[in-house]
């Protein structure tokens, strides 16, 4: 005998197996036991919610002989007549390929005949939106003064391409989507029955995978039976067969990014490559993780409605206190908008390595989110003790500084960092240079006074005979003479000649414009 998919199998045939739609379930009921059915109704909502199911068991129950509180019985023959399939009481439609004028006019002419047995002719047209606006008009008629005996029931998971008209002709019941909870219970319940051992860590993955299908849901779990068969599902396999990413790896990628490590979210990604995941999937994954930092970083109560381990939850908690809101704000956009394009990409790969260097490196952007991440970067490294000329000339050469405006508001974070001493000296280089003597003085007018990584003072001096001169050891002692005398203190020089072609100030701090900043800085009183 062939197998049958457990959604088929298991597919509920009385109101009270129906999971997830009690509100829709209930009016039903109620209206067969009154005897008020209406002669048209419109389902909608998302897939594997159970729009067909409840049309179906409605069919029988309004034709079945002894319904028990609403539902029917299962037992007598149209029952079991409609159950196989068999009875011309029940007429499902599939406008999806029965979507003109033609295949609509045929059912206008079927109603003028009462059934054959029981007491109502019932239609079901599955995903009706992709009826044409003819056929819609041809249907308009009928379904405003059917017979007695006739009842449409329209299913659709796009209301909104359904014509007002026909929306006021029907009663409307929307279906939720069903909840995890809910999900993983009927799982449980079906795996008893099937004697299939399954983990409850991987049941309410499943379940959360689904995204509210009961349908998607069984469907997901038959795939990981079939390919584990015999053995107990456990939350690993689960991972395998869908192709998806433990949460562990949500974890490191997103320190990794934290960090600006761009070669390390590469190579991780070429793990996760490797290990034969899904991108999109891991695409979506990452985003929902993300979700969840920013939800424990902005809502109390966030642990209620985020459905991970205790343990997972524990870390969780310590990295939402690792980014401000506005960076898990970027990355989540960043994160999404690849969503959107990777769907129908060719080469998935390196549109998500695009995305993976864009986190890393938000000066690829220049809106506010992204320039509070650079600005967060430049922090970082300087609370570990890396001085700021090392940043500048660092972050510069990486692409992260640019020229302008942008510039100057990363520097203008600066300050604190670059010692007292070089700062004022900088501040009056044309009095120090004055007690040079010639060549030195003509050579330091044109030199640019800077901060070098290790604190020192730095001198950007021109390429060519500026540069041979200070690389005399006695020209160079000359200048630290000069500068002690000026300061009265002993100073590090540090001597470097600038590049070709290319303003110092690019790749240096202009220590000069930073003591204009700090004197000029504008103070807003907040009241």
């Not at 604190?416 to 003509?442: C, F, H, Q, T, Y």
Request: proline share 3%; aromatic share 6%; charged share 25%.
């Amino acid at each position: 005998m062939s197998y049958t998919a457990l959604y088929r199998k298991f597919r509920p045939a009385a109101f009270e197996d129906v999971k997830g739609q009690d509100h829709i379930v209930t009016t039903l009921k109620n209206q067969i036991k009154a005897e008020r059915t209406s002669h048209a109704y419109l389902f909608c909502g998302t897939r594997g919610t159970g729009k067909t199911t409840i049309a179906k068991i409605f069919a029988r129950a309004v034709n079945c002989e002894h319904p028990a509180d609403g539902s029917p019985c299962g037992e007598c023959a149209i029952c079991q007549a409609i159950a196989a399939g068999a009875s011309m009481n029940v007429i499902e439609i599939d406008a999806a390929s029965n979507n003109g004028v033609d295949s609509i006019r045929e059912i206008v002419d079927e109603v003028a005949y009462s059934p054959a047995e029981g007491k109502y002719k019932v239609y079901i047209i599955d995903e009706v939106h992709m009826l044409s606006i003819g056929a819609f008009n041809a249907l308009l008629k009928t379904l405003e003064e059917p017979p007695s005996y006739v009842i449409f029931i329209l299913a659709t998971t796009e209301v909104h391409k359904i014509p007002i008209t026909i929306l006021s002709r029907c009663q409307r019941y929307d279906f939720k989507r069903i909840t995890i909870d809910t999900i993983s219970d009927r799982i449980k319940e079906l795996m008893e029955k099937e004697q299939v051992q399954v983990e409850e860590k991987a049941i309410r993955y499943i379940a959360k995978t689904a995204d509210g299908s009961m349908r998607d849901a069984l469907s997901l779990l038959d795939q990981c039976i079939a390919f584990h068969f015999g053995q107990e599902l456990t939350y690993d396999k689960v991972l395998d067969v869908l192709g998806a990413v433990d949460t562990e790896v949500f974890s490191r990628l997103f320190r990794i990014v934290l960090n600006g490590d761009v070669m390390g979210a590469i190579f991780l990604l070429e793990e996760i490559i490797m290990q034969g995941r899904e991108l999109t999937q891991f695409i979506s994954d990452f985003t929902w993780y993300l979700r969840n930092l920013l939800l424990i970083r902005t809502a109390d109560g966030a642990e209620d409605v985020i459905d991970i381990s205790t343990e997972n939850l524990e870390k969780l908690k310590e990295e939402a206190q690792m980014a401000e809101n506005d960076i898990i704000m970027r990355y989540i956009r960043v994160m999404s908008e690849l969503s959107g394009q990777i769907k129908y990409a060719s080469q998935k790969r390196i549109l998500v390595e695009i995305a993976l260097i864009k986190l890393c490196r938000p000066s690829m952007e220049t809106d506010t989110q992204s320039l509070a991440d650079r600005i967060r970067q430049l922090e970082e490294k300087i609370a570990n003790g890396i001085p700021a000329g090392a940043i500048s000339a660092m972050q510069v050469s990486e692409g992260i500084v640019e020229n302008g405006t942008d510039q100057q508001k990363l520097l203008a974070q600066l300050p604190e960092a670059i010692p007292e001493d070089v700062r004022e000296l900088a501040g009056k280089w044309s009095a120090v240079i004055g007690n040079a003597s010639m060549p030195m003085k003509a050579y330091l007018k044109a030199a640019y006074p800077s901060l070098a990584g290790d604190g020192s003072l730095l001198v950007v001096v021109s390429d060519g005979m500026p540069s041979d001169y200070f690389k005399e050891d006695s020209h160079k002692e000359e200048l630290q003479r000069i500068i002690a005398d000026f300061t009265g203190k002993q100073m590090k020089i540090t001597i470097q000649n600038s590049e070709q072609n290319r303003n110092p100030e690019e790749t240096f701090p202009n220590l000069t414009k930073l003591v204009s900043q700090v004197i000029n800085m504008e103070v807003e009183e907040i009241e």
